[in-house]
């Protein structure tokens, strides 16, 4: 594989957001609110475009962390 040419992210998304139908939301981190999205996500967030219920992606695999004791399980 050949590197033909390298650049961030953040720059990519910048010029080629259109292409994909996105938008573009600059946060400021001046809110406390604000200052978890952008920290908490490296500069770069998202929201998807439709509602996602989780119970119906995982399914029945959630049933395996029915065990789960916060208290001794902790990390």
């Known amino acids: 594989m ?7 992210l ?3 998304l910048l010029m ?3 292409n994909y139908g996105l938008a573009i939301e ?3 981190d ?3 609110e604000s200052y978890q ?3 908490g996500f490296g500069g770069i967030g998202g929201f998807l475009r439709y509602k996602m219920e989780l119970d119906d992606i995982i399914g029945d ?5 029915d ?5 001794e399980d902790f990390i």
């Open 16 to 18: 080629h957001y259109k």
């Open 61 to 65: 695999a959630a049933g395996q962390y």
């Open 30 to 32: 001046q809110s406390s």
């Open 2 to 8: 050949e590197i033909k040419s390298q650049e961030g």
């Open 10 to 12: 953040a720059d990519w």
């Open 67 to 71: 065990d789960f004791d916060p208290d």
């Open 26 to 28: 600059l946060v400021t």
């Open 37 to 39: 999205f952008v920290r």
